[in-house]
Nanobody, 116 residues
Framework: QVQLVESGGGLVQAGGSLRLSCAASGTMFSIRPMGWCRQGRGKQREFVAH???????NYADSVRGRFTISRDNAKNTVYLQMNSLNPEDTAVYFC??????????WGQGTQVTVSS
């Protein structure tokens, strides 16, 4: 198991940007795929992006071209740079140690609210 702590959420106007961070504890971070998922109010949790140990990335269609996932293995941290935010991006964002939100380890989530 790996412990995950997200940060960086907040309130932003439409068109703005935020960068989320997820700090991981435990061993073998560099070989784990890491990802971000989100859950809007009244909605199911959905995949946003993931990055493999080799740096390959994958994005949901709804965020491709606006969001960028990256990782810093020296800091055991994965990031999600979110640009051109719109109200539909409002959700709790969760870090996950796995591909497409399939990992067993989750963070507590960080709230992102985009005002119109």
């Amino acid at each position: 198991q790996v412990q995950l702590v997200e940060s960086g959420g907040g309130l932003v106007q439409a068109g703005g940007s935020l960068r989320l961070s997820c700090a991981a504890s435990g061993t073998m971070f560099s070989i784990r795929p890491m990802g971000w998922c989100r859950q809007g109010r009244g909605k199911q949790r959905e995949f946003v992006a993931h990055i493999t140990s080799t740096g390959s990335t994958n994005y949901a269609d709804s965020v491709r071209g606006r969001f960028t996932i990256s990782r810093d293995n020296a800091k055991n941290t994965v990031y999600l740079q979110m640009n051109s935010l719109n109200p539909e991006d409002t959700a709790v964002y969760f870090c996950n140690a796995g591909l497409r939100c399939m990992g067993a380890s989750w963070g507590q989530g960080t709230q992102v609210t985009v005002s119109s």
